[in-house]
Antibody, heavy 121, light 111 residues
Framework: QVQLQESGPGLVKPSETLSLTCTVS????????WSWSRQPAGKGLEWLGR???????IYNSSLESRVTMSVDASKNQLSLRLTSVTAADTAVYYC???????????????WGQGTTVTVSS | NFMLTQPHSVSESPGKTVTISCTRS????????VQWYQQRPGSAPTIVIY?????LSGVPDRFSGSVDSSSNSASLTISGLKTDDEADYYC??????????FGGGTKVTVL
């Protein structure tokens, strides 16, 4: 079955760029839509954006100036870049498959286990 | 943009029923589908309800979802509570530009 695995550095310095990868195994990345969310310790979930396998993306308005999502279909991988990070970006970052049908999105049915990123000098 | 407001916590005894509300601050709750996720400590969220009221395959029928346009809210009801249901639950929907929005989450405690 399809599985997602996030990876990347666990520690990023303030003002630097956070870069994460999500590897999709067990199925083609091209058939679906993909999203990233994050969750600070002890807090709620925040949707970061959605990536279409065409390369187009839509982002959370509050992060739009700092976030970029991309896809490498040859590697079945998704990427997330977040620039100019601060301590407020410390969180568990998740990639997920987003369901879509007949013009409507209806949630994330498959999630990676998440990867913890700490922003600290 | 709008917010989805959930109670911070709810608690009930095993075998009883709990209902978690999710109120949309602006715009119609019916304008986009509402989903519900369960998240146990240290684990990723898992979807339990999508398209307002459809249970994902394998989710017990003790879980049900509904939408009430009069209160502009969605609800997740868990009947026949089990200790295994103890978790955080999040509602989620979309804005008019298809950007995702999560509620703040509700901690369900089974007494």
């Amino acid at each position: 079955q399809v599985q997602l695995q996030e990876s990347g550095p666990g520690l990023v310095k303030p003002s630097e760029t956070l870069s994460l990868t999500c590897t999709v195994s067990g199925g083609s990345i091209s058939r679906y839509y993909w999203s990233w969310s994050r969750q600070p310790a002890g807090k709620g979930l925040e949707w970061l954006g959605r990536l279409y396998t065409s390369g187009r993306a839509i982002y959370n308005s509050s992060l739009e100036s700092r976030v970029t999502m991309s896809v490498d279909a040859s590697k079945n991988q998704l990427s997330l870049r977040l620039t100019s990070v601060t301590a407020a970006d410390t969180a568990v970052y998740y990639c997920a498959r987003e369901m879509f049908d007949s013009g409507w999105y209806y949630g994330m049915d498959l999630w990676g286990q998440g990867t913890t990123v700490t922003v600290s000098s | 943009n709008f917010m989805l407001t959930q109670p911070h916590s709810v608690s009930e005894s095993p075998g009883k029923t709990v209902t978690i509300s999710c109120t949309r601050s602006s715009g119609s709750i019916g304008s986009n589908y509402v989903q519900w996720y369960q998240q146990r400590p240290g684990s990723a969220p898992t979807i339990v309800i999508y398209k307002d009221k459809i249970r994902l395959s394998g989710v017990p029928d003790r879980f049900s979802g509904s939408v009430d346009s009069s209160s502009n809210s969605a609800s997740l009801t868990i009947s026949g509570l089990k200790t295994d249901d103890e978790a955080d639950y999040y509602c989620q929907s979309y804005d008019s530009d298809t950007r995702g929005v999560f509620g703040g989450g509700t901690k369900v405690t089974v007494l």
